[in-house]
Nanobody
Framework: QVQMVESGGGLVQTGGSLRLSCAAS????????MYWYRQAPEKQRDLVAS???????NYADSVKGRFTISRDNAKKTVYLQMNSLKPEDTAVYYC????????????????WGQGTQVTVSS
């Protein structure tokens, strides 16, 4: 079982910045892509950003130019630097990773963590 633990959320004013971290633990042989999602109240969970094993990145249109995803493979950690925050960025932020537990197992998503709350005041 692979677990995700997110941290770094908080309350910030419009235009402020936060840096989220997410560490994976458990039985991990290798990690492929890493992802950040967010879920606002009464809305679906949406993909915010992803980073491939080779380092290429993709972002939702709503965060392009403001958010930056990065990874530290040795620490099994993914980061999300969020700048120029807006009230519409308010949500619980979750991470997940495509993980292989053994050399012969398939890649699969880990278990979702509790997420970290980000609140942007206007």
């Amino acid at each position: 079982q692979v677990q995700m633990v997110e941290s770094g959320g908080g309350l910030v004013q419009t235009g402020g910045s936060l840096r989220l971290s997410c560490a994976a633990s458990g039985s991990i042989f290798s990690i492929d892509a890493m992802y950040w999602y967010r879920q606002a109240p009464e809305k679906q969970r949406d993909l915010v950003a992803s980073i491939a094993a080779i380092g290429s990145t993709n972002y939702a249109d709503s965060v392009k130019g403001r958010f930056t995803i990065s990874r530290d493979n040795a620490k099994k950690t993914v980061y999300l630097q969020m700048n120029s925050l807006k009230p519409e960025d308010t949500a619980v932020y979750y991470c997940n990773m495509f993980v292989r537990s053994t050399p012969i197992s398939r890649f699969a998503f880990g278990s979702w963590g509790q997420g970290t709350q980000v609140t942007v005041s206007s």
